[in-house]
């Protein structure tokens, strides 16, 4: 297929991939607004009982390991913030669009989905450990979880040049986005740009999602946020944590952990913490089920 009918392709899966609900899209607009407060958000997530059930379940588990059992949605927002609400809630929205529904092809989901908990525990660590403030740290999370999502409809909607573009990238030993650009002339964060346009993502996880194969070239408000993605990403693929089709991951380079004011040990540090949370975080994945 030439390059204008690869995007062809995608835009056309990308538009038909089923919307998030309503409350999320609610969601993330009230959130949107700074004068938001605990009491709109709590009403939001009140219209839609599963999400609510959710978010709750999520708050409760070992992932979140607050040590108390929080009942009620308001004190919960209240306790940990709107925006880590916000960002619980769109993880498992999204997750729950996805999670057993896609035929997976060149990608085995598994192993993807294993990839994107491992990123966005480890963005969250690395967030944890330089002190970024607490109600910024689900962000990471959400960001990490969330960066590869453009690879779906690369997978789903052109199936058999997406297996030839990963054995392209195994056999010239190249990253995985730039196998992507010369065989379909498209990478998945390209892809992924057009998702979270049509799901009206914005700030840090839609910046994630574009910039974590460019993030040199990225000036805009979330580096913090893509630079450690693009750090958890590539210790995910160093790692062999999952698999996300990228055998030789693009190397941040050492000014990469300069602007974020870390050392390269501290991915050293937080290896066995990060195992232990893809376990909790799995919960995740089987909310729906
Ligand atoms: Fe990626
Ligand atoms: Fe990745």
Known sequence: MAGSD????????????????????????????????????????????????RVLKLINSAYYGLGTQVTSLARAIIMLGINTVKNLALSTAVIDRFVDKGAFHALNMDGFWRHSLCVGVTAKHLAKRRGVEPTLIEEYFAAGLLHDIGKIPLNNALASEYVRTMALADHERIPLFLAEKRVLDLDHSEAGFVVAESWKFSGAIADAIAFHHTHESYHGDHGDVVRTVAIANYFANREGIGFSGNRYPDKPGPEVYGLLDMEKSMLEEIEDQVQADIEKAKVFLKLGA
Do not use: H, W
């Not at 969601?27 to 839609?48: A, G, H, M």
């Open 6 to 53: 690869n995007k062809k392709a995608v835009r056309d899966y990308i538009s038909r991939m089923p919307s998030l609900p309503v409350t999320v899209s609610k969601v993330l607009e009230v959130c949107n607004n700074p004068k938001t407060s605990p009491i709109d958000l709590d009403k939001v997530i009140q219209l839609d009982p599963v999400l609510m059930g």
